[in-house]
């Protein structure tokens, strides 16, 4: 289970959705989609928090439930192998009485257009930063780690040879060992394709990937913490 910071989870504006039944995490894991149902009603469309698999997904509220027969037709999509054993497990959660309410959860990968607030920020900051990242990230693959919670780390390779790339969301720090790394009021692309990569894969949400920007930009730019020796 990977714990979020409490400024993380406050900067993301997500909420915590855990899953304490091991084989529907799995599945969501696998599938990236599951079908769940909760003690809670909350028809919103939005971002949650899956501890069990350290990363962002979205929740979409479906309907209520009252009756076993209102989960047939999403068995297939829930992670148990029969509508009777989800049935249990739903009863033995929740009870007879109290009220019950099905949503969707996603870790789908998502195109930067699904990134709507993200993509309008950059657009209207870094224009050709954001061009050039997407560039890179649509003929490259990214090599990243994570060497503590929430700081992210890659080797992105640029037109002088490949730079270290790192974006630390605690403390919403950017740093980057190419040249063009100038510290206050500027983002290099390197640093762009890194949190887009993240953001496009759920590690972090738009909401996470802006306010790093903009409190970045406030700042100097630490030197990076790692360096092309971590990846040798």
Not at 23 to 45: H, I, P, Q, S, W
Not at 57 to 78: C, H, P, Q, W
Not at 97 to 116: A, N, T
Not at 164 to 181: G, H, L, M, P
Request: proline share 3%.
């Amino acid at each position: 289970m990977s714990e979020i910071p409490k400024e993380v989870l406050k900067k993301s504006g997500a909420r915590v959705m855990s899953f304490r039944v091991g084989r529907v995490a799995e599945f969501l894991r696998r599938n990236k989609v599951v079908y769940t149902v909760r003690g809670y009603c909350d028809v919103d469309m939005r971002d949650v928090w899956i501890p069990e698999l350290g990363l962002f997904g979205t929740r979409i509220y479906i309907r209520e439930v009252f009756s076993e027969a209102d989960l047939r037709m999403y068995i297939k999509e829930s992670g148990f192998s029969s509508l009777a054993m989800w049935w249990a497990v739903v009863r033995r959660m929740y009870g007879d009485s109290k009220r019950k309410h099905l949503y969707q959860v996603s870790i789908e990968p998502v195109l930067l257009d699904v990134l709507h607030g993200l993509k309008m920020y950059l657009l209207r900051h870094h224009r050709r930063q954001l061009k050039t990242a997407i560039e890179y990230l649509e003929h490259s693959q990214i090599k990243y780690f994570v060497p503590e919670d929430f700081t992210f780390s890659a080797v992105i390779k640029g037109r002088h040879g490949d730079y270290v790339t790192q974006a630390d969301f605690v403390k919403d720090e950017i740093s980057c060992s190419c040249q063009a790394n100038r510290g206050r009021g500027f983002v290099c692309w390197h640093s762009v394709a890194l949190v887009l990569y993240l953001a496009q894969n759920r590690y972090i949400n738009d909401n996470l990937a802006i306010a790093l920007f903009r409190n970045y930009l406030n700042k100097g730019a630490p030197e990076p913490q790692v360096t092309i020796n971590h990846f040798i």
